[in-house]
């Protein structure tokens, strides 16, 4: 694996593979892709430090990712049908150069996502090398029964900001608040921030990269709100 940075944007795929992206590299950019109808995931299967930003998933796959340093943000996943956003197994703790093996996630930050689906919207593999540093923070995440994050036991994940709704949060006490985020569905069959959303203004911490939502290229402004939509 030799060090690159790739810009994968933008495309629309209807593909029925299992891995509709997927990047074996460090220091790439997935931004503003619609996947639609697809059972492939946009998956970061080796490397460090990539950002998967603005994408835009219908059906029954989602983004799914090893490594370290990456950041997930600003992406929209709905309806997952499950695992929307999974944070990967590790069978290795750091992956080298000639690996074939899976190495755990380490400090990835997962933010400013609208997640919906049924259970365990947000999810991890397990393995012996579990996440480790991780985060969580300020993302919608709507469900209807069950879990909607589900981190395997070992697991350490920061978690801050986040908006869960129709489920058992998974989350502790304090990370999250249990309210409806009032989402309405445009023109176009994505669901945003209505008037009067609790999501406005309202998100947590300090994430300095996180400029534009999944509307390209709108800037976010003022304190930001929780979520894909600003």
Not at 2 to 26: A, D, F, H, M, Q
Not at 168 to 174: D, H, N, Q, R, V
Request: with cysteine.
């Amino acid at each position: 694996r030799l060090p690159c940075r790739r810009v994968i944007e933008p495309s629309l795929s209807r593909s029925v593979l299992y891995r509709t992206i997927s990047v074996k590299s460090s220091d790439n950019i997935v931004r503003y892709n619609t996947l639609r109808d697809s059972r492939g995931f946009i998956v970061l299967r080796h490397g460090n430090r990539s950002v998967v930003d603005g994408n835009v998933i219908f059906g029954p796959s989602g983004i799914r990712f090893h490594g370290n340093d990456h950041k997930i943000i600003n992406n929209y996943v709905a309806p997952s049908g499950g695992r929307a956003i999974v944070f990967g197994s590790g069978s290795e703790a750091d992956s080298g150069p000639t690996s074939t093996g899976h190495d755990r996630p380490d400090r990835v930050t997962v933010a400013f996502n609208t997640v919906i689906g049924t259970s365990a919207v947000i999810d991890s593999d397990g393995g012996n090398f579990k996440p480790k540093d991780c985060v969580l923070a300020n993302n919608i995440i709507v469900g209807s029964s069950g879990t909607l994050v589900s981190m395997t036991s070992g697991a350490t994940v920061r978690y801050e900001g986040n908006i869960a709704w129709g489920g058992s949060a998974g989350m502790p006490s304090g990370t999250y608040r249990n309210v409806d985020p009032k989402l309405v569905r445009d023109a176009n069959g994505l669901s945003r921030l209505s008037d009067g959303s609790p999501a406005i203004d309202s998100s947590a911490g300090t994430y300095s990269y996180v400029t534009t939502d999944f509307d390209p290229p709108q800037t976010r402004s003022g304190k930001l709100d929780v979520g894909a939509d600003e």
